[in-house]
């Protein structure tokens, strides 16, 4: 059983910038997926980015591309966030999510494991 335990959020600025820490621990294969989920509210939880086990391949949504960068540390079984050049329409609770490799990794139902949930806050 697989257990992902976010950290980092907060309050920031427009423009700011935060990373977001999660810890994997548990039992897992090494080919799992790690992703980043974003809920706000009143919508649906929508994806923002994920990454390979090994780390070698990562993939984003269009809203976050070229803003976000996600990364891994092997060594402490922990996925990153960066968030950079932060609007308020990323205001929303992150979750970090572990699951089988799918190709369907943009939808929250590949994902059999989920964390509490950090709040980002961007204010104008």
């Known amino acids: 059983q697989v257990q992902v335990v976010e950290s980092g959020g907060g309050p920031v600025q427009a423009g700011g910038s935060l990373r977001l820490s999660c810890l994997a621990s548990g039992t897992f294969f090494n080919n799992y997926i790690l992703g980043w989920f974003r809920q706000a509210p009143g919508k649906e939880r929508e994806f923002v980015a994920t990454i390979t086990w090994s780390g070698t391949r990562s993939y984003y949504a269009d809203s976050v591309q070229g803003r976000f960068t996600i990364s891994k540390d092997n060594a402490k079984n922990t996925v990153y966030l960066q968030l950079n050049s932060l609007k308020p329409e990323d205001t929303a609770v992150y979750y970090c999510?572990?699951?089988?490799?799918?190709?369907?990794?943009?939808?929250?139902?590949?994902?059999?494991?989920w964390g509490q949930g950090t709040q980002v806050t961007v204010s104008s």
């Open positions: 999510a572990a699951g089988p490799p799918s190709n369907s990794f943009s939808s929250p139902r590949a994902y059999d494991a």
